[in-house]
């Protein structure tokens, strides 16, 4: 079965800082997605990425892909508050039918 | 921005009971998917439904899951006899295309007791 690896798991990190979330998966998939999930909350999507090479950036956040490595990347520039949620990476399957999900990345940044 | 919208936003149930959770999907998306999230935990995949028919299941889809759209506009998920491991928030989801992503509903919070 499909593996959607992210880490870390929890990231304490002080506002300002910058910082990286790191997704693996398992498959052949050339695209990936990125959802912010606060707590209590839906899944909101921040990136859709669809080919090999992408880069998309959104304010402090910017996610990149490499389907060769099957690695994509969250970076985050100069933390804020607002920034805390939980971020998870999606793959998916090879039918296109579902999305396999990262465990997510629990980010709490510190004022 | 058009959005999924899913109704009741949390339900309380006893165990044994049935319970129905319902979404209506974007106007003109196509696809349409449950997922569910146990407290904490990652986001697990239950059923994907196209053209009126199941596209896959996960194992988690047993009989006692059904999905159905009984209008042009609902997107319902059934359970018939629930047992407290059904506690969950239960997204709902849908796409014009496939490969494209998803847009995801706020999300129903059940509870069995």
């Known amino acids: 079965e499909l593996k959607v690896e992210q880490n870390p798991l929890f990231l304490s990190m002080q506002e300002g800082k910058n910082y990286t979330i790191y997704c693996n998966y398992s498959?052949?998939?050339?695209?990936l997605y990125w959802y912010r999930q606060d707590p209590g909350k839906s899944l909101e999507s921040l990136f859709v990425l669809l080919s090999n090479g992408a880069v998309k950036q959104e304010g402090r956040l910017m996610a990149s892909l490499d389907t060769k490595a099957r690695l994509s990347t969250l970076h985050i520039t100069a933390a804020v508050h607002d920034l805390s949620a939980t971020y998870f990476c999606a793959v998916d399957s090879d039918n296109f039918n579902k999305f396999y999900f990262g465990s997510g990345t629990k980010l709490n940044v510190k004022p | 921005e058009p959005e999924v919208t899913q109704t009741p936003s949390h339900q309380v149930t006893q165990m044994g009971q049935e319970v129905i959770l319902r979404c209506v999907p974007i106007?003109?998306?196509?696809?349409f998917y449950w997922y569910r999230q146990i407290l904490g935990q990652k986001v697990e995949f239950l059923v994907s439904f196209y053209n009126n028919e199941i596209s896959e299941k996960s194992e988690i889809f047993d009989d006692q899951f059904s999905v159905e759209r009984p209008d042009g506009s609902n997107f319902t998920l059934k359970i018939r006899s629930t047992k407290l491991e059904d506690s969950a928030m239960y997204f709902c989801?849908?796409?014009?295309?496939?490969?494209?992503?998803?847009?995801f509903g706020s999300g129903t919070r059940l509870t069995v007791v």
């Open positions: 989801a849908s796409s014009e295309v496939t490969g494209s992503g998803y847009t």
């Open positions: 106007s003109n998306h196509l696809y």
């Open positions: 498959t052949t998939s050339d695209r």
